[in-house]
């Protein structure tokens, strides 16, 4: 290994390299050893089971031979060759020839490592026996150390080595095995009948009393397949060890091969139907039954431990991710979730509560306890992730099976959140738990802070400590270990490392000609084609990686990025990003399901979004963490100069663009920190080649382009490398990122053909039609890529029709082109439906919103449906003194509808309770409804009855200012409908000298346009200009402005304009109203 190449492995693991240093060191020393260092009269037999592992015998036979302990005279070998079809058998004779006394081969029929194993004991003949796998190796004391263990103690029953992971690839050593604990206090010993904490899995690394196995009849059993074979073996072995001991020890090393390919047992045990079904009945369920039976209905908690441990790896592969059983017919599906639940009565509540191995925390625990035993009483956690500090907001999240009851007490008072979500998470495709997030308002005084759920005293997780309750002071102080240090005024802007002309470069030439005063920098591969481009613009530009880009990264107040890879939003890999800002540009529209990749994201403080459907399946769905806090609707940075471009451009090509994404299952992962991948030399084998280059040589395809039409293939960034691959015929023009602008590609285009790719959204932007060819739906929506089906249905929603079949893309493309390239119905009106902005203002729209990042909240508005969701659960729950506090705050803030409910509660409440004075004293049953003795037109305005309400007041005007109030407030809502409003804004001067009520009505009339930028203008004036709480209750300019706010995503300042009005005014229908919208947002 290079020097260069030593120092980066340095620096990315110092433990890792100096243990592998000392691994390697230590067995060159052991080589050049006298073989006799140590006397003993210990002799081990190693029985191993061979079968296509001809490439690693030699590194085998390489560590027994040469054993300080002395192979001649301490070891045995027996090699039974499973009708292996390699050259094992060659190689094991080559080392026979040398060793004749040592080794002995065994050849049988395929059969399976069980019984290869099994025969091999038959053959033995020493105390002590290991089964060492062929494809893994030694340290060459291994059984030195393992004979000084026994001769110190002659009551060992088992003895388990240290098992330490060898990466063949890197041919790197790694201590890094989730059972390494076991090793960390030296050689210890426990009884075999209780191993306490430890656990033994691996047969491999243990040795055996042979005597026990005998005179028991132990086997290992032929239909535990494809793991858990030697855990099922080493059960029965422990039991009938009876009083003998078992020793862990942690300087005989085995090294585990982790093999380049993949190919061993283990990384291929869950494409194995067995995997699901033969390791529960013939393993888990053998072993808890077999204990169960003979030990009068007791299961030993360090049995029940092993089990647990080895279920844990199902339960983190199976979560959120169905796909690999769909190997399992529907009856298989069926038959494993009852076995696992199978397997879960015979593990306790205090076991899983108490274990603490393979990253299972409280999540899975809570997940495991309800899902497989119905269980969810015990003592919670809520967890403080993040402190919004100008907003002085808490985001607290908990795990729960079903929905609790969550009491947020600020000095005994129960605070409601201003954002929630639930995030409901499976396994195996049926519900496993569900992460309940919501951010908090922290009260401007208060002295205690603690949380109750389900009447329970939670513990409280702030910054690695727990606590029962904190007071204000240690809140705050444990609080200010969440937010970054040294933190400069600077923004930090990148799209790819190795790519520009994306939304952060579009954004950073917005904010440097509107906002010079912001400091900002924009970060860049020198490798880049871009680069020199940028520079010519007079970019600030950092290259990526560089020592300037990290000290400045370091220091900056927020990181801009249109992609969310580890390497930008934690570069230095130690999560210490996380405390910085971070505003997620996105690289396209959102149309599928990308929850799992998405909530990997732990420090999303802002995330833009395009269309009101995308902004909805991230804030309303129950996939993502997102709350309506952090997504805003503004339009991608991109749009705005696409937007302007297509105003100027012009152009008589027809173009048909040819740009399908890519696949992530055929292409290697990226290289640590960098959008780069080594190359699949069998790419061109793939279904996604074959089927892609099959239709960019079709003939008919040549046809099509003979009539006078350019056709261009622009493959996926990722695919680029592979573009001459595909020999595209001479009438295919290419196109790649370096050579031309991708907004210029789509502008010269008239038609996209695609298969799943986001770009089809910005096509749509152009108003321009789409073919999707998905001839591999099933595959892709597999969960092999990077995400799954989201809401965005293709054929349903989609910008063009979707094809699976070569000869169907041939005809869509032909009939679009016959027809001129005009796009018809539905597709015309999706498109034109699409997107609330097409107005050149998507960068200002986010800027803005990136700057409210920094401004305060002091509104203190309670989402109403958000106490109404609590008060149920409190009810659902029987928690009466919740529910009736939240009942009682539903009368005091409430429409007649949330009223209703809270009616209902309380009388509930008073049932249980056995107190009727409940429902009495806390609702008014002398209001039934609100009875309004207003006018014929008001009353239509409230019933919402708009063009009847209209009709009246355009025969009441009489050229006072209340009248044209009244009829403007009509016309908004009826203005689509073609109704012709005879007043124009020019005349309005002459209807009134009140300014106030002028800039009022400037505004109810670009409302009813759906101007709405120059009516938040108009009222803002309106609102500086007259502040009298008259004219506000009134005219009530301020709901006006909340609804506008509203409309546009910008919810913050919705709630702080409806908490202004209600300053002045209560109990007011429209606010309701405005209040019950928000509420559904």
């Not at 209905?297 to 092993?306: A, H, L, S, W, Y």
């Not at 012009?650 to 048909?656: A, E, F, G, L, T």
């Not at 099509?704 to 592979?722: D, G, Q, R, T, V």
């Not at 009505?1001 to 346009?1009: G, T, V, W």
Request: hydrophobic share 35%; with cysteine; charged share 25%.
């Amino acid at each position: 290994m290079s020097i260069d190449k030593k120092w980066k492995k340095f620096k990315r693991n110092p433990k890792i390299f100096f243990s592998d240093m000392y691994q390697k060191r230590k067995n060159n020393i052991l080589k050049y050893t006298p073989k006799r260092r140590y006397k003993t009269e210990q002799v081990f037999t190693v029985i191993s089971a061979v079968y296509g592992v001809e490439k690693y015998l030699n590194d085998y036979f390489k560590s027994l031979v040469n054993q300080t302990i002395g192979f001649k005279s301490h070891i045995h070998l027996i090699l039974v060759d499973d009708d292996s079809p390699d050259n094992s058998a060659k190689i094991i004779h080559e080392w026979v020839e040398k060793y004749p006394d040592n080794i002995t081969y065994i050849h049988k029929e395929n059969g399976g490592q069980a019984s290869a194993r099994n025969l091999g004991m038959d053959f033995a003949k020493t105390k002590w026996v290991s089964f060492i796998d062929p494809d893994d190796f030694i340290c060459l004391d291994y059984f030195e150390e393992i004979a000084k263990t026994i001769d110190n103690n002659p009551n060992l029953g088992i003895i388990n080595c240290n098992l330490v992971f060898f990466y063949e690839k890197s041919r790197q050593y790694s201590d890094t095995h989730a059972l390494k604990y076991k090793f960390q206090n030296g050689v210890i010993y426990t009884s075999g009948s209780n191993l306490e904490k430890n656990i033994i899995m691996s047969a491999s690394s243990s040795v055996f009393d042979l005597k026990i196995i005998i005179n028991n009849g132990l086997l290992f059993h032929k239909k535990v397949k494809p793991t858990f074979e030697d855990a099922r073996f080493i059960s029965e072995y422990l039991f009938y060890m009876q009083s003998l001991q078992a020793a862990f020890i942690p300087n005989a090393k085995y090294y585990y091969r982790k093999r380049a390919d993949e190919s061993s047992t283990i990384d291929k045990s869950w494409q194995d139907t067995r995997k699901y079904l033969d390791i529960f009945e013939y393993g888990y369920i053998f072993i808890l039954e077999f204990y169960h039976n003979k030990m009068q209905g007791k299961v030993p908690e360090f049995i029940q431990r092993q089990v647990l441990y080895d279920l844990s790896w199902y339960c983190k592969y199976l979560l959120n991710n169905p796909s690999p059983l769909e190997i399992l017919d529907e009856e298989q599906k069926k038959k494993f979730h009852q076995n696992v639940k199978k397997t879960f009565r015979y593990i306790n509540r205090k076991v899983i509560l108490e274990f603490e191995l393979a990253g299972i925390w409280l999540f899975f625990k809570i997940g495991m306890l309800g899902a497989f035993k119905n269980d969810d009483s015990f003592k919670q956690t809520a967890y403080i992730e993040r402190f919004d500090q100008a907003k002085q907001e808490i985001l607290i999240s908990y795990n729960s099976f079903e929905d609790s009851v969550i009491s947020v007490m600020f000095d005994g008072e129960d605070t409601i959140p201003r954002y929630i979500k639930q995030k409901r998470h499976t396994f195996a495709a049926e519900y496993f738990v569900t992460t309940n997030k919501m951010w908090i308002k922290l009260p401007d005084h208060f002295n205690n802070f603690q949380i109750i759920i389900n009447g329970i005293l939670s513990r409280i997780s702030l910054s690695g400590q727990v606590f029962n309750k904190l007071t204000r002071e240690s809140l705050f102080t444990h609080l200010k270990k969440l937010l970054p240090e040294n933190q400069d005024e600077h923004w930090i802007l990148m799209d790819r490392d190795i790519q520009a002309d994306d939304n952060a470069e579009h954004l950073y030439r917005y904010i440097n000609k509107k906002h010079p005063e912001q400091k900002i920098y924009y970060v860049l591969s020198k490798d880049s084609h871009d680069w020199n481009r940028l520079k010519a613009d007079n970019f600030k530009l950092l290259d990526f990686n560089s020592a300037q880009h990290k000290f400045l990264l370091k220091r900056a107040s927020k990181i801009i990025s249109s992609h969310a890879e580890k390497h930008i939003h934690n570069f230095f890999s130690d999560n210490s990003m996380i405390k910085q800002q971070f505003v997620f540009l996105q690289h396209g529209v959102i149309s599928q399901d990308l929850s799992t990749w998405l909530n990997g994201k732990p420090n999303i403080d802002l995330m833009i979004t395009s269309t009101k459907a995308e902004k909805d399946s991230i804030t309303f769905n129950q996939q993502y963490y997102l709350t309506a806090k952090e997504v805003v609707l503004t339009g991608l940075a991109r749009h705005d100069s696409l937007f302007f471009k297509h105003k100027k451009f012009s152009s008589n090509d027809k173009i048909i663009l040819i740009m399908p994404t890519w696949r992530n299952y055929i292409l290697p992962a990226t290289k640590l920190g960098q959008f780069k991948r080594d190359i699949n030399s069998n790419f061109m084998l793939t279904q996604y080649a074959i089927y892609w280059q099959s239709f960019l040589k079709n003939s008919r395809l040549k046809e099509i382009s003979n009539k006078n039409i350019k056709i261009i293939f622009a493959p996926h960034k990722n695919i680029e490398p592979y573009l001459d691959n595909f020999e595209l015929p001479a009438y295919i023009e290419t196109w790649k990122s370096q050579e031309e602008s991708i907004q210029n590609l789509f502008l010269k285009s008239s038609l996209l053909v695609t298969d799943y790719s986001s770009v089809a959204f910005d096509m749509a932007f152009l108003e321009k039609q789409v073919i999707y060819y998905q001839f591999d739906e099933d595959e892709f929506y597999s969960g092999k890529h990077t995400y799954t089906k989201g809401y965005f249905d293709f054929r349903k929603d989609g910008f063009g029709p979707v094809v699976t079949k070569e000869n169907e893309l041939i005809e869509a493309i032909d009939k679009i082109v016959r027809n001129g390239f005009i796009i018809e119905q539905p597709y015309i009106s999706r498109i034109k439906n699409l997107y609330p902005f097409r107005d050149g203002k998507c960068c200002e729209r986010i800027f803005q919103a990136i700057k409210n990042l920094d401004k305060p909240s002091t509104n203190k508005f309670v989402d109403l449906e958000i106490l109404k969701r609590f008060m149920l659960m409190s009810s659902y729950h029987r928690d009466w003194n919740s529910a009736i506090e939240r009942s009682k705050r539903i009368l005091l803030l409430g429409d007649n509808k949330h009223k209703n409910i809270a009616y209902q509660i309380l009388a509930e409440a008073s049932y249980h309770q056995y107190q009727p004075s409940i429902f009495f004293d806390n609702a008014d049953i002398n209001f039934e409804q609100i009875k309004d003795n207003k006018t014929k037109a008001l009353i239509l305005m409230a019933c919402e009855k708009w063009e009847e309400a209209y009709s009246y007041w355009d025969i009441a005007i009489n050229k006072q200012e209340i009248d044209y109030y009244y009829q403007l407030m009509c016309y908004q809502h009826i203005y689509h409908q073609g109704h012709k409003l005879a007043i124009n804004i020019s005349d309005l001067e002459k209807l009134t000298e009140n300014k106030s009520v002028l800039y009022l009505f400037k505004a109810l009339i670009y409302n009813s346009q759906q101007n709405l930028e120059d009516a938040i203008k108009q009222l803002n004036l309106c609102l500086t200009y007259n502040t009298s709480s008259l004219f506000l209750k009134r005219y009530q300019p301020q709901l006006l402005l909340a609804d506008i706010y509203r409309r546009i995503g910008e919810l913050a300042k919705c709630h702080s304009q409806l908490i202004d009005f209600e300053k002045h005014t209560r109990n007011n229908t429209q606010c309701r109203i405005q209040i019950a919208k928000l509420a559904l947002k």
